[in-house]
């Protein structure tokens, strides 16, 4: 490409304004080169087990627990200490790297704020170096950000701790090539916020904190660690600074946490549960297994017994290692509508408070309108305590593999198929126009969630379901009621807000990726492709 810049045989595809210049130094560019060359070739590899351990899921096989790390099961150990100030987490804000929201967020009644370069975020060139840029002038204490009201936002005094939930390990960076491939998404995120923030982040007595997701195998996080130690002997730092918390939102990992807090110990403070995307994945894993096939996904709270038994599962297991054990994310947001904000506030209090009396030590909330309402329930259950880490469910009937398979029962509707259309359509609209969080029909979406939409229409009509009212499920029926719920948005949205969207290339994926014969793994795939 005639705008391509080439740097110790990096290729950036993208000229170098203003921002590059600041954040893709000749030393950071270094840094990334060597992790890239050091560690991309085995990423391949580990991708490469994925697709295998998939094949045997879709020839018959089930996850279960592996035999052969028994011994790390059976045995007593535990990670190395939570640093003190990671030890109280009750309360956790998630979301894109965008200023305002990350002055929000910051300043809300919680103790963390993740920032999100994965599923919230679509990965724009543009929005990867603002989001950089943003984390930078946070950590350092220096952002703000005036609105065109002119309204003036900036950090307060003692903001929320920041921690950085770097892209999954099946995502590229498109923009920078490495032997003339895409070099891994998640380690330029990584490589640019530990460089440009480890020296202000340890003045402060804080350290690089990272959220890792999609992990599938217990490998995938050993080359985290490998990562983790060559950046903290680049950097001089002691063994241990790097920490991390790792999501278990894929149904192979629930079946191998204790091995993942194994491979991980020197740098693990928790586990989470990634509720939406753990429900996607069971989806995914046993998209072939017609006997496996979840209702509407309205009927799929964390009551269900699957989801209960995976919660319990990861507080035990979480417990009896010394590492937290974080809860889920409630996808409701606030209604200016009193009577909808009511029952939100009632089912969001009802959510953190099961999460609570369990045994999580702290949750997830998508807007600060919830935050009172989640540290109200975790400050009645914890009272004086940091956390639940003496919680050990010792009593708890054992978690079998059986019990974490098992489908919930419920009903397929028409009603929670259009619901399904609508949520995918206009979530995959806005994150081919550059924004990955969306509110919708009062929750906020995010790729998880229009994962679990397209993924259920697909095995419905893979596996020849019938509707409650007696429809068979078929390509035809969903490109019908694709077609119906697109004239839908078009007269709701407005002809303008419509034509000018990009409603119908997103039309176009979710057609392509429901009813290809085969099941696309991530939506975002052949979603950025759309993106510049």
Not at 415 to 441: F, H, K, S, T
Not at 509 to 531: H, W
Request: hydrophobic share 40%; with cysteine; proline share 5%.
């Amino acid at each position: 490409m005639t705008d391509s810049v080439i740097h110790n045989t990096l290729t950036f595809t993208q000229p170098f304004t203003q921002a590059e210049k600041q954040l893709l130094t000749p030393q950071a560019i270094d840094f990334l080169h060597t992790l890239v060359a050091r560690f991309a070739p085995e990423r391949e590899r580990l991708l490469k087990a994925r697709q295998q351990r998939q094949q045997r899921y879709d020839q018959g096989a089930l996850p279960d627990f592996d035999s052969e790390t028994t011994s790390i099961r059976e045995h007593e150990w535990q990670v190395r200490p939570i640093p003190q100030l990671l030890r109280d987490r009750r309360v956790e804000i998630t979301g894109p790297p965008d200023r305002k929201m990350v002055i929000n967020a910051l300043n809300a009644n919680v103790n963390v704020f993740m920032a999100d370069f994965e599923d919230s975020l679509a990965p724009t060139w543009q929005k990867l170096m603002d989001g950089q840029l943003t984390l930078r002038d946070a950590v350092n204490g220096t952002l703000s950000f005036t609105s065109e009201a002119g309204k003036i936002y900036q950090l307060k005094s003692d903001p929320a701790l920041l921690m950085c939930r770097v892209r999954g390990l099946h995502l590229n960076e498109k923009h920078v090539e490495w032997r003339d491939r895409a070099i891994p998404g998640g380690l330029f995120d990584f490589a640019l916020y530990l460089f440009h923030n480890v020296d202000a982040l340890l003045e402060k007595g804080h350290a690089p904190w990272f959220y890792l997701p999609k992990t599938e195998h217990a490998s995938e996080v050993a080359w985290w660690r490998e990562i983790f130690r060559f950046s903290e002997d680049r950097f001089d730092l002691p063994r241990g600074t790097i920490k991390a918390t790792v999501l278990i939102e894929t149904l192979p990992a629930v079946f191998q946490m204790d091995e993942i807090l194994w491979e991980l110990r020197d740098h693990v403070v928790g586990l989470n549960c990634g509720r939406w995307d753990y429900i996607f994945s069971y989806i995914k894993t046993l998209a072939q297994h017609g006997d496996r096939i979840l209702p509407d996904r309205q009927q799929i709270s964390m009551d269900q017994p699957f989801l209960d038994a995976y919660s319990r599962l990861l507080i035990k297991t979480c417990h009896r290692r010394g590492a937290l054990a974080m809860g889920g994310m409630s996808a409701l947001i606030p209604s200016k509508d009193a009577e909808r904000n009511a029952w939100v506030m009632q089912k969001v209090q009802e959510d953190k408070a099961r999460e609570a009396g369990n045994g999580h030590d702290g949750t997830w909330v998508a807007h600060p309108g919830l935050a009172d309402i989640a540290m109200a329930e975790f400050d009645r259950q914890l009272g004086e305590q940091l956390n639940q880490l003496h919680m050990s469910r010792d009593q708890d009937a054992p978690i079998t593999a059986e019990r974490l398979l098992r489908p919930c029962r419920g009903l397929r509707t028409e009603a929670g198929m259009r619901a399904n259309i609508r949520v995918a359509l206009q979530y995959l609209e806005a994150w081919i126009g550059g924004n990955g969080c969306v509110p919708i029909d009062g929750l906020m979406e995010d790729a998880a969630t229009a994962e679990i939409a397209r993924t259920s229409i697909w095995q419905w009509i893979h596996h020849k379901q019938i509707l409650s009212d007696g429809q068979l499920v078929t390509a035809e029926l969903f490109e019908r009621l694709l077609d119906e719920e697109m004239q839908v948005l078009q007269q709701t949205l407005g002809e303008d807000r419509f034509c000018s969207g990009r409603f119908a290339d997103a039309a176009a994926l979710m057609a392509q990726i429901t009813t290809d014969n085969e099941l696309v793994s991530f939506l975002t795939l052949p979603g950025y492709r759309l993106l510049p």
